[in-house]
């Protein structure tokens, strides 16, 4: 699937209960403290002690992801997961941030709405356009006809009111005074940031320290881990929708968490200070431009691996206006959130099953984190560790939304026909669906004659099966 791993949300609140515990407090350097006593608490000094220790915790907490997929117990999981516990999951990811995008947003809401008509004028009312560009081919110059603002949609419109922000910057139309409405669009905001970056630097593992682990920092990552989880899971099915391929069979689902936690793990050895996972953005932005080639995933992929070596080039983001980005927010979060619904064309909405577990599972997901969030100390078990779990657990919409559609789905009687289950399969096996029900998209790009040659390795849980038709899951 053209899915890109970026930074997940789901670490920071483990991350902040962990450098809440007593031990990881900042020192308090007193006025008159000699210079021996400020030696022991260099700034420097005290941050890398505490990345250590975060790294740690996602490493070894990222083992436990590998092992889920590579074991199968994640696909043991999907078989019994439905439409009803699918739409939930996905519509929170987006529901989830509206914050974020307000809060953004309304930094200049002119900015925004302007970014936001952009972004709708490259990607649907433009989307048929074609720009003539010229090519060289078989030994002559060729004119082509090339989708140009279909496929770069969201670029042009966020560049777009980008240039509009470095202009009226240029011309001191937006305020000067952090306290005055409008001074988020500015583009100068974050220009010592650009300066102090280095042209240069390559990361390496073990650049801030050798990791620390402490059980109380793991059980706390852990639970970042399986709301990860539940998070990608709902993402391989977007994605597959948006993209236009069949839902992701078993094999492929536990592939990808075993290479989610791979790369959570490489991801801690580098000490970036957060894990990856399928970055819910980049499956949004797959909805607008409409590309889902791997190949420019893969290209894009590479492309940021090596502009991220150039600390200049990585810093000039940041002085994109939070007004561009809230407008991006607007458009993409909401297609995330359509995305989620568009799974219910399969379940029968006239029963009352149905709309209870809907209702129930999408309101809790809303309610239940932000009174938590309102009320970060009323859990107190007594043990630490756990409080940190319930807590990270309670304050992630999607794992709340995905958890009660996944419970009462399959504890409250209803036939296969009212939950969804029969239209799915008879839409992905269906004898007229011959392209849903190829699944040979998901096939290792390699070695798939190894795996005809070794019957055996058919039984890993993580490898494709050698079968006319993947019976897929159930969803």
């Given at each position: 699937?053209?899915?890109?791993?970026?930074?997940?949300?789901?670490?920071?609140?483990?991350?902040?209960?962990?450098?809440?515990?007593?031990?990881?407090?900042?020192?308090?350097?007193?006025?008159?403290?000699?210079?021996?006593?400020?030696?022991?608490?260099?700034?420097?000094?005290?941050?890398?002690?505490?990345?250590?220790?975060?790294?740690?915790?996602?490493?070894?907490?990222?083992?436990?992801?590998?092992?889920?997929?590579?074991?199968?117990?994640?696909?043991?999981?999907?078989?019994?997961?439905?439409?009803?516990?699918?739409?939930?999951?996905?519509?929170?990811?987006?529901?989830?941030?509206?914050?974020?995008?307000?809060?953004?947003?309304?930094?200049?809401?002119?900015?925004?709405?302007?970014?936001?008509?952009?972004?709708?004028?490259?990607?649907?009312?433009?989307?048929?356009?074609?720009?003539?560009?010229?090519?060289?081919?078989?030994?002559?110059?060729?004119?082509?006809?090339?989708?140009?603002?279909?496929?770069?949609?969201?670029?042009?419109?966020?560049?777009?009111?980008?240039?509009?922000?470095?202009?009226?910057?240029?011309?001191?139309?937006?305020?000067?005074?952090?306290?005055?409405?409008?001074?988020?669009?500015?583009?100068?905001?974050?220009?010592?940031?650009?300066?102090?970056?280095?042209?240069?630097?390559?990361?390496?593992?073990?650049?801030?320290?050798?990791?620390?682990?402490?059980?109380?920092?793991?059980?706390?990552?852990?639970?970042?881990?399986?709301?990860?989880?539940?998070?990608?899971?709902?993402?391989?099915?977007?994605?597959?929708?948006?993209?236009?391929?069949?839902?992701?069979?078993?094999?492929?689902?536990?592939?990808?968490?075993?290479?989610?936690?791979?790369?959570?793990?490489?991801?801690?050895?580098?000490?970036?200070?957060?894990?990856?996972?399928?970055?819910?953005?980049?499956?949004?932005?797959?909805?607008?431009?409409?590309?889902?080639?791997?190949?420019?995933?893969?290209?894009?992929?590479?492309?940021?691996?090596?502009?991220?070596?150039?600390?200049?080039?990585?810093?000039?983001f940041i002085t994109i206006p939070d007004p561009v980005i809230g407008g991006m927010f607007l458009v993409m979060f909401g297609m995330i959130a359509a995305v989620g619904i568009s799974n219910l064309q399969y379940v029968d909405l006239n029963s009352s099953r149905n709309l209870l577990i809907l209702g129930f599972s999408t309101f809790s997901g809303l309610v239940l984190p932000t009174w938590f969030h309102s009320n970060p100390d009323v859990i107190n078990?007594?043990?630490?560790?756990?409080?940190?779990?319930?807590?990270?657990?309670?304050?992630?919409?999607?794992?709340?939304?995905?958890?009660?559609?996944?419970?009462?789905?399959?504890?409250?009687?209803?036939?296969?026909?009212?939950?969804?289950?029969?239209?799915?399969?008879?839409?992905?096996?269906?004898?007229?669906?011959?392209?849903?029900?190829?699944?040979?998209?998901?096939?290792?790009?390699?070695?798939?004659?190894?795996?005809?040659?070794?019957?055996?390795?058919?039984?890993?849980?993580?490898?494709?099966?050698?079968?006319?038709?993947?019976?897929?899951?159930?969803?």
């Open positions: 699937l053209p899915i890109l791993q970026g930074g997940t949300f789901t670490f920071i609140t483990p991350t902040l209960a962990i450098l809440a515990l007593p031990k990881w407090k900042c020192p308090e350097v007193a006025a008159n403290a000699t210079a021996e006593s400020a030696s022991l608490t260099d700034p420097e000094e005290v941050w890398k002690v505490r990345m250590c220790e975060i790294q740690g915790a996602i490493l070894v907490a990222s083992v436990l992801q590998v092992m889920l997929g590579l074991s199968g117990l994640v696909g043991l999981v999907l078989k019994f997961i439905g439409p009803l516990a699918i739409a939930p999951t996905i519509n929170l990811i987006g529901l989830a941030l509206f914050r974020e995008a307000g809060q953004k947003s309304g930094a200049h809401w002119g900015i925004s709405a302007l970014t936001v008509c952009l972004i709708l004028l490259f990607s649907q009312y433009l989307s048929k356009v074609n720009v003539p560009l010229i090519a060289y081919k078989d030994k002559k110059w060729k004119v082509f006809q090339y989708p140009l603002f279909k496929l770069f949609s969201a670029l042009f419109g966020m560049c777009g009111a980008w240039l509009v922000c470095f202009f009226l910057t240029y011309f001191n139309a937006l305020p000067t005074s952090p306290d005055k409405y409008g001074y988020k669009a500015r583009t100068d905001i974050n220009l010592d940031a650009v300066s102090s970056a280095a042209w240069f630097f390559v990361p390496y593992p073990g650049q801030w320290g050798l990791p620390t682990v402490s059980f109380s920092s793991v059980l706390g990552m852990v639970a970042g881990v399986l709301a990860s989880t539940m998070e990608s899971i709902g993402d391989y099915y977007a994605c597959a929708r948006l993209s236009g391929a069949p839902p992701p069979p078993t094999h492929a689902i536990n592939r990808g968490i075993a290479v989610e936690g791979l790369g959570c793990i490489l991801a801690a050895l580098w000490g970036t200070g957060n894990g990856t996972t399928s970055y819910s953005q980049n499956i949004a932005a797959l909805g607008i431009t409409r590309v889902g080639s791997r190949l420019v995933l893969q290209t894009s992929g590479l492309l940021m691996i090596f502009l991220g070596l150039f600390g200049k080039f990585s810093a000039a078990t007594g043990i630490t560790e756990l409080d940190q779990l319930i807590m990270v657990l309670f304050t992630t919409h999607m794992f709340i939304g995905g958890f009660f559609g996944f419970v009462l789905d399959n504890t409250i009687p209803g036939t296969d026909e009212e939950r969804g289950i029969k239209s799915w399969r008879k839409m992905v096996h269906g004898i007229n669906s011959t392209y849903f029900s190829d699944h040979s998209c998901y096939n290792l790009p390699f070695c798939m004659n190894l795996l005809h040659r070794f019957r055996f390795l058919q039984h890993f849980p993580f490898l494709p099966h050698l079968k006319s038709q993947d019976q897929g899951t159930h969803l």
